[in-house]
């Protein structure tokens, strides 16, 4: 059809009676449009809604266009809570509609929690807002919490007191309102002063304290491994394993078998490797590459995954447990597996000289870089090399390793050239092309920080992630075309409200000449500019953006500029990865969805949420060994100067990121004693009055340590050398 026709039967099904609003890719799908369509798709909304035919809510979601009206109803979501005691809900997929509009979130005020939780997922009811949790906006409707359908967790870790007879335990976490009443101990002894664990019990009435029964001691506070510990209790990360997965897991004594061999397509003679970081315990992926015969130019990827699947059965005690944790969770020092180090770092690792299982995905690329053909299947492989990314540098720079064939090298090198295409082509299609490094603590034998180490990426790190997308992006379409719904990554696009965030905080820093939008961002962090400010410039993009999550719904990976997008590639440390291995198995045998939609939409909404505390949990962990560190410095001594760069303007002072470890410390404007400063609006920038001096994000500033609350997590800086001990 042509673009008059498709404007046409854009709008008439816009304008259906039972049409639910819906985004680009929904309107591409309900049309059985070809995806080369959406730059069309795209514009022809943009005019319809210009036009004021159509309009576009906060969440890039189209609708017809109806006036809002406000009716309470019930919906069901997933509730933050904030420190300050409000909250906000996120609104699930099936009640967002509401007269015609579209309900992502709702603001919760105090007194409307009800007895819910952070992290609970809760019935509310909505109500007019009353203004309290605009976010910017005048529109954003309230929530009244009316029950609890389930418990996000009952655990609450915190500091034992002993106070008027009763024994107290005051929360880490700010988000539970303390002190939580001790009503028992199950045989764990309370001590004052010793960090511990809560089991909490339902209230009936939100004007009680929270109360509950002790369960653990996890020793005393301040005391090293202590501050990890209760990290991981309060984001329910647990070491060991059951012993019924235990023994799940160690019934499985070999690799590989005979019938296992005649069941799969066998790879051992083809030249597979890996390439990992230096430190890795456990190989889930592994590469291939060859030309394709009788095409000249055109290249035959492999990517093989690791086939954990056929360890881990549906609905056994090792799936079940997997399915609990969602992930594996990389603390500072230590990893909280998924699955047992039996099979994460034994019978499921490609590790090099060995025979594995593996489920294969064959890429035939021509040379434009485009995916013409795709063969997916369980086979057997022999890896032939382990490399670090360090080695596979060396030979993509044209150098010699050690022990390393010609024929690796060749293939690491053929390899390289693919994925610079590949690169280069997803940029083009407006994939974002922001890098931050990544700043981890370097810790002696007893867990001290010793110093911190800056991780960029090489080209070999590249080389391996191109490949990893490609097989996600393809299986993602595998499981799209012959299921609809399944799991898939998704990240939605800003909205518009978030580009002009963008605009405006970017104009402070002097970033001007460009408007920000889906096509220019990578044109802004590409400009030349001092590193600081490019880091500022970063980070202010990045902080308007929305979070990658899992959806059973098909939608864009606004990141990568994909139309399709699943995860595959892990499922030694991803549960999702081990559902899409089960759900591209069924396709392979031609075998019904072995998942309904309800279990994908539970399962999508509970592994974000795991993915979440992960992250959160290994983000504390750092947190805690750097205030450990920097207590140290203090008390010998050692407070600076220290390298920083100013990252947030505040009220009361000036936020700066020491460059050596991202960890954050406030400068209060006293501390300027050059002048008196005032915010602007945005908080991107403070002027002093009298010497019109200007601090602005992204300035390089020199600090001295002055303060440093452990228990708290807050560092304070001065601006000169104090002596004084």
Known sequence: MNNQQLRQSILKLIQRPNYRPCKIQGIIDQLSLDGSRRKHVRKILKELADQKLIRKDEKNRFAPLTEKKQNHHLVKGMLSVHPHGFGFLAVEADDMEHEGEILEELFIPPSAMNTARHGDRVLCKVVPSTGGGKRGREDLYEGKITEVIERGSNICVGILKHAGGNWQLIPDDARIQGPVRVTGFDGVAPKSGFKGVVALEDRMDPSQMEAGKLQEILGQAGDPGVDILSI????????????????????FTRAVNAKDIEERRDLREEMIFTIDPLDARDFDDALSIEEVKGKPGWLRVGVHIADVAHFVEAGGALDKEALIRGTSAYLVDRVVPMLPEHLTNDLCSLVPNQDRLAHTVLLDINTHGAVKAVDCFRSVIHSKQRLTYEQAQVLITGGQVEDVPDEVREKVIMLARLTRKLRKARIREKALAFEMPEIRCILDADGKVTG???KVGMESNHLVEECMLMANREVGALMAARFGTAIYRIHEEPNDEDFENMDAQLRQLGIEGVRVSRETL?????????????QAVTL????NMNRAMYSPELGEHFGLAFETYSHFTSPIRRYPDLVAHRLLLAIEENRKKPLDDKKLRDLCRHCSERERAAAEAEMETHRVKMFEYYADQLANGEKGPLPGTVSSIMFKGVLVELDESGQRGLVPFPAFEDDYYEVNETGTRANGKRTGRVIQLGDKIEVFLHRV????RQLDFTLKQNDER
Do not use: C, W, Y
């Open 709 to 712: 609350d452990a228990e708290n």
């Open 452 to 454: 911190f180490s800056k």
């Open 522 to 534: 990578n044109e802004i962090i590409s400009r030349e500019m001092p590193e600081p400010l490019r």
């Open 232 to 251: 991981m209790r309060g984001h329910d990360l647990v070491s060991e394993f059951p012993q019924p997965v235990m023994d799940e897991a160690l019934a």
């Open 540 to 543: 202010t993009l990045l902080k």
